[in-house]
């Protein structure tokens, strides 16, 4: 029973991660579409704490959010995105996913 429930809220906060990688993959995404906000993609210094909801919570929030740009990435015009979400499971172990986007200069 106790893996049962386990197994579920890893699926959870897998779940979870997930979509607030890609939340965080289509604001930028957005952000791209004009010229100004394409030049104005940056990494992050320091990281989001969130709830699952997505609010950010530095005194409770469960995942960490950071991300990369990289200007003309792979190639001239193009930049890369990495989004990264962490969390720590029950055991201590930290777990996470990353997604990946490449936008064009518009």
Known sequence: ???TIETNRDARRITSASN???DKIESMRGDSLTLSGYNNLTSSSV????TE???VDTTN???TRTW????????????EIN???AWDKKDGTTRSI???SIVVQP
């Not at 990281?47 to 969130?50: I, M, N, R, V, W």
């Not at 990369?68 to 930049?79: I, L, Q, R």
């Open 83 to 85: 989004v990264n979400v």
């Open 20 to 22: 607030l990688a890609m």
């Open 1 to 3: 029973m106790v893996t």
């Open 68 to 79: 990369d740009v990289t200007a003309n990435s792979p190639e001239f015009g193009a930049t």
């Open 61 to 63: 929030g469960i995942y």
């Open 53 to 55: 909801e997505a609010v």
């Open 47 to 50: 990281g989001e704490k969130l």
């Open 98 to 100: 990353v997604i990946n």
